[in-house]
């Protein structure tokens, strides 16, 4: 999981939901203006807080901005889906797939405020956010791997399958194919990538006959 990147101390229940507020804003400022065009005035008046109020919870935009990763890190890799069970099936797979795809289809590849959105942004800039992204891609990762190891105990996958590859493999199909779709308002290109990285995690599916020998 990805760790807490704020100072925040244990909050109230009222607390609790205007800070919340006050993420939920930022969240939705990046998506329509990216991090650039969002200003911590901006989040204010969104959040409808006063400036003492919001520098309470964050007390620089840095902090802020490094909260949005965490709780975007936090969320589903689909957004707007729910997380599906583990993926540690085929079939558990293709949905997480095709719900990607639904998700950009729905869209019609308009930005959201994602790891991936927020990645392209401002790793090249800003050290310590790329390090948050990276741990919260790594978290991402690791459900997938957990997945895949899972299906490869129980012989659904063959005992040479790099599962680290392959899981970087359907997380990379997932991030590109997104970006290559917000770009061309297009979701051929996330529909390939999802393909072919599941086809690859296929091509180490081991077969039933083998699967009962062993």
């Known amino acids: 999981m990805a760790e807490s990147t704020d100072k925040t101390p244990r909050l109230t229940r009222k607390g609790q939901a205007t800070r919340e507020r006050i993420l939920q804003a930022a ?3 990046i998506a329509a203006h990216g991090v650039a065009g969002t200003s911590t005035e901006d989040v204010r008046k969104a959040a409808g807080v006063s400036g003492s109020q919001l ?3 964050f007390d620089s935009r840095q902090a802020l901005i490094r909260a949005v990763i965490t709780r975007q890190a936090d ?3 689909v957004p707007g889906q729910p997380m599906m069970g583990p993926l540690d099936s085929f079939d558990a797979l293709r949905a997480w797939a095709d719900a990607a795809i639904e998700r950009q289809e729905q869209n019609e590849g308009r930005g959201e405020c994602t790891l991936g959105s ?3 942004e401002l790793s090249a800039t800003d050290e310590e956010s790329r390090e948050d992204l990276c741990r919260g891609f790594l978290r991402w990762q690791a459900l997938l791997h957990d997945g895949l190891l899972a299906m490869r105990d129980r012989g659904e996958l063959r005992a040479d399958a790099d599962l680290t590859e ?3 493999a359907l997380l990379t199909a997932l991030q590109g194919g997104t970006l ?3 770009t061309m ?3 051929r290109p996330l529909r390939a990538a999802m393909n072919a990285a599941l086809s690859y ?3 180490f599916a081991l077969t039933e006959d083998v699967r009962q020998r062993s």
Do not use: G, K, M
Request: avoid cysteine.
């Open 27 to 29: 969240t939705d400022l």
């Open 55 to 57: 520098y309470h919870y």
């Open 75 to 77: 969320a589903p890799p």
């Open 118 to 120: 927020l990645a392209a």
């Open 166 to 168: 392959l899981s970087f």
């Open 180 to 182: 290559l779709n917000q």
């Open 185 to 187: 308002r297009d979701a």
């Open 201 to 203: 995690v296929r091509s």
